[in-house]
Structures are given as C-alpha cells and as structure tokens.
C-alpha cells in the first residue's frame, strides 16, 4: 500500500509539473540562460530531497520503534501515510512524548514531500525542455 501511495502522489507531481512546464517555459525563453534547468542539476536536486525525506521518515520510524514500542510494520506503515499525508491519524499515541515530537516531525516532514514533488517538478521540466530544444534543432537543422 504505502508503494501505491508513493507511486501515486509522483503521478500527481508529475501532472503538476507538466502543467507548471508552460510557465517555466516561458520564464526560461525570457531569462536567455539555457543552463538554468540542466537536467543533471535537477536530478541532483531530486536525489537530494528523496534522501532528506527519507531520513525523516526513518527518524520517525526509529522513534515509533524505540519510544513508542511499536512493531516495524506498524512503524513503516505509520512513517509513509503520515509524511505522505494520506492517512494522517491511522496511528496516534496518547503518549506527550510521542505528540510532542510527532507535531515537529509531521511539520518537517510535510514540508520535505513539498519539497520533493517541487524537485520532482523541475526535473521534468527540464526533461520537457531539453526534448523541446533538440525538437527545436531538428526542425531548424544544422547551423550553417
């Protein structure tokens, strides 16, 4: 389950990046720097974010196990549909501890998936960009 919930909230990031691609486009036509969204910079990016967000979803998995007592699967469960806020509250504890530190995580940990689906967004952009200027190339030919 928690595959298929990460599998579709990058579909949605990938719909909203295509749709934020017209914007950019545009922004890019008019700045002239066609170094401004290299795909290996965007990817980089990407693999950044992804890793950050999976520390924070780690550290919350580690705090279930260790404070909380709670068995892995519940743990993972709980780390993946809380930080994909799709199924916040599945699991919840009664513990202060536990609801003190689940209220700064959930808050870090939703601002990294932002975070994520804006990299995941820019890299396809600058896939979408790169497609349009060797399109753009073809058309136009060699330069003589």
Known sequence: MSILIVWGLLIVADAIGNLGSAVFTKLDAQLDDEDHHTVKAQAEHLAIALAVHFLIAAVGVVFDVVVLDWTLEEACFSSVVTLTTVGLGVFTTASKAGQLF???WMLFGTASLA????CFGGL????KDREDAAERSKTLGPKS
Not at 124 to 127: I, N
């Open 124 to 127: 396809m952009v600058a896939v």
């Open 115 to 118: 975070n994520l689906f804006a």
């Open 102 to 104: 689940g209220s700064f």
